[in-house]
């Protein structure tokens, strides 16, 4: 069992940054890839980054560049630094966990509840 939650969110300007914190608990965190998906208002949930236990990583096109997924085991934490944020990158963003990483949400096994992000022309 894996419990996640996430934090960092708030509203920032565009161009600005913003880093999402999630922390986990349960023992067998570091063998789950992490992910983070994002959801805004009338659309489909979306893969954003994803981080295998080794450290292998993948990003949505939209992302790529200006967002980066990190992860401590230590300290049971994944990490999305998100720099050049741009309006539509307004979301509700979400940390999940799978066995396996994917970038569909359907992988996942546990999800976080969510931490708004708005970001102002």
């Known amino acids: 069992q894996v419990h996640l939650v996430e934090s960092g969110g708030g509203l920032v300007q565009a161009g600005g940054s913003l880093r999402l914190s999630c922390a986990a608990s349960?023992?067998?965190?570091?063998?789950?890839?992490m992910g983070w998906f994002r959801q805004a208002a009338g659309k489909e949930r979306e893969f954003v980054a994803a981080?295998?236990?080794?450290?292998?990583?993948y990003y949505a096109d939209s992302v790529k560049g200006r967002f980066t997924i990190s992860r401590d085991n230590a300290k049971i934490t994944v990490y999305l630094q998100m720099s050049s944020l741009k309006p539509e990158d307004t979301a509700v963003y979400y940390c999940?966990?799978?066995?396996?990483?994917?970038?569909?949400?359907?992988?996942?096994?546990?999800w976080g509840q969510g931490t708004q992000v708005t970001v102002s022309s």
């Open positions: 981080i295998t236990w080794s450290g292998n990583i």
């Open positions: 349960g023992r067998t965190f570091s063998s789950y890839a």
């Open positions: 999940a966990a799978s066995r396996l990483v994917g970038t569909t949400p359907t992988r996942y096994d546990y």
